[in-house]
């Protein structure tokens, strides 16, 4: 292999195992908010699941591709090309399957704010759904051919990135219109003065947009163009990408009840109170209050 090919190798297992333990140092110092927020919930809980398969199964998934990375190099096993045949052609629905995860609680956020309309909700549904047939249909149509040679896994991205892209970018979009409507909504009807909650979510809604977006921007062009990093550019995107969803819900869950009574418009998180009895911090469900059934509670934790 020439001097060039190796140095690039490197280089590339060097920022792959770099997006791996930059993930895992993000658990560690999160880890605490993690116990007390998390860990304590129910276990029916949807919010409590989307935390740990968005932190956990990203790192599994980043540990796994560093081992298959480092065999292919330095190991004398030789693994069957229609594992790594496999393994290759399933990135891209890993990679899928890392943001569709942190859609939803997008998504979820959303649909609050829209208190909880079917159309939204039906709009969503129609939405995952045209991502994952996206998805599926880019690995059958780009499913790479024997024979496979296996340095492909380290330099290379597979075709399925174009389509999952491409459909992630269209979602980002529409979420992102409808999130700023609301919110536009929302301030010319007076509630944006006074509510943290709002203010929370739209500066940590908008980030987060900013992120996946730009991962997925990112993504297309660097598997168009053949840039040598490209791989590297899928690994950090899905320690990114669990990050900034992890970091959305315990965000969302610590924020301190700090809010006027607005009886109109729903509060939309978990709040921590400070427990009179000096045994430390209580936990407590704030309601979504329908306007239009001010005396239905619904939980809402994303």
């Known amino acids: 292999?020439?001097?060039?090919?190796?140095?690039?190798?490197?280089?590339?297992?060097?920022?792959?195992?770099s997006a791996f333990f930059f993930l895992a140092w993000e658990i560690l110092i999160t880890l605490d908010d993690e116990v007390e927020l998390i860990w304590s919930k129910p276990w029916n809980s949807?919010?409590?699941?989307?935390?740990?398969?968005?932190?956990?199964?990203?790192?599994?998934?980043?540990?796994?591709?560093?081992?298959?990375?480092l065999v292919i190099t330095y190991s004398t096993i030789n693994l069957h090309d229609n594992v790594l045949r496999i393994w290759f052609a399933l990135q891209g629905l890993i990679a899928f399957s890392i943001m569709e995860g942190a859609e939803?609680?997008?998504?979820?956020?959303?649909?609050a704010l829209y208190n909880k309309n079917k159309w939204?909700?039906?709009?969503?549904?129609?939405?995952?759904?045209?991502e994952?047939?996206?998805?599926?249909?880019?690995?059958?149509?780009?499913?790479?051919?024997?024979?496979?040679?296996?340095?492909?896994?380290?330099?290379?991205?597979?075709?399925?990135?174009?389509?999952f892209s491409i459909a992630t970018l269209v979602s980002q979009t529409i979420l992102l219109a409808l999130s700023m409507a609301r919110y536009r909504f929302l301030y010319k009807q007076g509630y944006w003065g006074g509510t943290r909650i709002l203010h929370l979510m739209?500066?940590?809604?908008?980030?987060?947009?900013?992120?996946?977006?730009?991962?997925?921007?990112l993504m297309l062009i660097y598997h168009v163009l053949h840039e040598p990093f490209a791989p590297d550019e899928y690994t950090w995107s899905i320690g990114l990408i669990s990050t900034t969803e992890c970091r959305l819900i315990l965000n969302l869950q610590k924020l301190p009840i700090?809010?006027?009574?607005?009886?109109?418009?729903p509060e939309l998180t978990t709040i921590l109170t400070n427990d009179r009895s000096g045994l430390g911090t209580s936990h407590m469900m704030t309601v979504f209050r329908e306007e239009h059934v001010p005396h239905e509670e619904h939980e809402i934790e994303c």
């Open 1 to 17: 292999m020439p001097l060039n090919a190796n140095r690039l190798i490197r280089d590339l297992e060097s920022s792959s195992g």
């Open 132 to 163: 994952a047939l996206t998805a599926f249909l880019g690995i059958g149509l780009t499913f790479p051919r024997p024979p496979f040679d296996p340095q492909v896994i380290i330099t290379q991205t597979p075709g399925s990135f174009d389509y």
């Open 46 to 69: 949807w919010i409590k699941w989307a935390f740990l398969v968005g932190r956990y199964f990203s790192l599994l998934l980043l540990f796994a591709d560093q081992v298959v990375r």
């Open 120 to 130: 939204v909700g039906y709009g969503f549904m129609v939405l995952l759904s045209a």
């Open 258 to 265: 700090a809010e006027p009574d607005f009886t109109s418009f």
């Open 202 to 217: 739209s500066r940590d809604g908008t980030l987060a947009f900013a992120i996946f977006f730009m991962l997925s921007l």
């Open 104 to 111: 939803i609680c997008l998504m979820a956020r959303i649909y």
